[in-house]
């Protein structure tokens, strides 16, 4: 009767950690095929917090997109006069 707990438990383990391996392979796998955007917004503005917020959580890294937020320098340059 020990024999047959001990041989479950020794069959349990095995398919726990054969598990983990495969999900930790899976994961990288779907890190390396991340397609790169880049965003340029105008300004950080509270407008734009549900953009931060999906990228701060790791939203869009789920979903295969990873993103490079640059804020751009204002368009307003004094004209020549």
């Known amino acids: 009767?020990?024999?047959?707990?001990?041989?479950?438990?020794?069959?349990?383990l095995i398919l726990a950690?054969?598990?983990?391996i495969l999900t930790t392979i899976k994961q990288t796998e779907n890190k390396q095929d991340l397609k790169t955007i880049?965003?340029?917004?105008v300004t950080r503005s509270v407008?734009?917090?549900p953009q931060?917020?999906?990228?701060?959580?790791?939203y869009f890294?789920?979903?295969g997109i990873d993103i490079e937020l640059t804020t751009g320098q204002g368009a307003e340059t004094?004209?020549?006069?």
């Open 1 to 12: 009767m020990k024999k047959k707990r001990l041989i479950v438990i020794i069959i349990v």
């Open 17 to 20: 950690i054969a598990i983990g």
């Open 38 to 41: 880049k965003v340029n917004e």
């Open 47 to 49: 407008f734009y917090a």
């Open 52 to 58: 931060y917020v999906a990228i701060n959580n790791g």
């Open 61 to 63: 890294k789920e979903n």
């Open 78 to 81: 004094p004209l020549p006069c």
